[in-house]
């Protein structure tokens, strides 16, 4: 059974970091390329970032590049995302998923304010 966990949320100020993580479960993850979504109340879920399978290339939404950085540990099937310079407008719940399978974890929340 696919499964997705992750973790890392929290409340921070602007101009704070989080590192999120996300476990991966019942699928060789090393033969999927990872994403990171967003969604922040009331609006769709977005695209953040995403990584090839062994990790060589990467990709970001024009709101994150230069703040977001995705990483990804195939020996411990987990994805990351560390997002610094972090600001309001980054509130949201964060989803991991790999690329072309249709599952979702429950998403870990992200909350910027002062």
């Known amino acids: 059974q696919v499964q997705f966990v992750e973790s890392g949320g929290d409340l921070v100020q602007p101009g704070g970091s989080l590192r999120l993580s996300c476990a991966a479960s019942?699928?060789?993850?090393?033969?999927?390329?990872m994403t990171w979504y967003r969604q922040a109340p009331g609006k769709e879920r977005e695209l953040v970032a995403g990584i090839t399978r062994a990790g060589g290339m990467t990709n970001y939404a024009d709101s994150v590049k230069g703040r977001f950085t995705i990483s990804r540990d195939n020996a411990k099937n987990t994805v990351f995302l560390q997002m610094n310079s972090l600001k309001p407008e980054d509130t949201a719940v964060y989803y991991c998923?790999?690329?072309?399978?249709?599952?979702w974890g429950q998403g870990t929340q992200v909350s910027v304010s002062s």
């Open positions: 998923k790999a690329e072309g399978l249709t599952y």
């Open positions: 019942g699928f060789r993850f090393s033969s999927y390329a």
